[in-house]
């Protein structure tokens, strides 16, 4: 299944793996469907890391979600350049529509055991095109707004989010 992310800065596509992560991905896709991304923004980058969004928008704001998702970080998909997976609280049992593209190899973010130190963050898909598109966002420099660190100082929104392909 491939969706198409559009950015201010344009196009991500992602190659999701709903066979891995089959309840993430169908959360995900919820959101996706119900247009809940459309003026979200990425509100958190670090260098050398990743960067996150899907959760506030313009004027950092929270967007209500939905109930979280049951952690899936241990379906051996790991948190490589160009994953993409689901940002969550402490608890390794409250992703729901944040998420982070990885922009270097993180495997201290991979699942190690079921326990609240080791569930890791669950990766549900990868970059297949527009690889340069999140390079870009990620060299952005960054701020402190509304006490939020790492903030990207130029505004980059997430105009829409499409379903490409359904398999």
Not at 68 to 82: I, Q, S, T
Request: include cysteine; charged fraction near 25%.
């Amino acid at each position: 299944m491939k969706v198409q992310i559009t950015t201010t800065l344009g196009p991500i596509t992602l190659q999701l793996n709903p066979d891995k992560a089959p309840k993430t991905v169908e959360n995900f896709l919820g959101y996706v469907q119900s247009g809940f991304y459309e003026g979200t923004i990425f509100h958190r980058v670090i260098e050398d890391f990743m960067i996150q969004g899907g959760g506030l928008d313009k004027d950092m704001n929270s967007k209500p979600t939905n109930a979280p998702v049951k952690n899936e970080a241990n379906n051996g998909l790991k948190n490589a350049y160009g994953t993409i997976a689901m940002a969550r609280t402490a608890d390794p049992h409250s992703a729901s529509a944040q998420f982070f593209i990885n922009t270097n190899d993180n495997p201290f973010l991979d699942f190690q055991a079921e326990s609240e130190e080791g569930w890791g963050y669950c990766v549900f898909g990868e970059v297949i095109e527009g690889i340069e598109v999140v390079n870009n966002i990620e060299e952005k420099p960054t701020t402190t707004r509304d006490g939020h660190q790492d903030v990207p100082e130029e505004i980059i929104e997430i105009e829409k989010v499409d379903v490409l392909e359904e398999d």
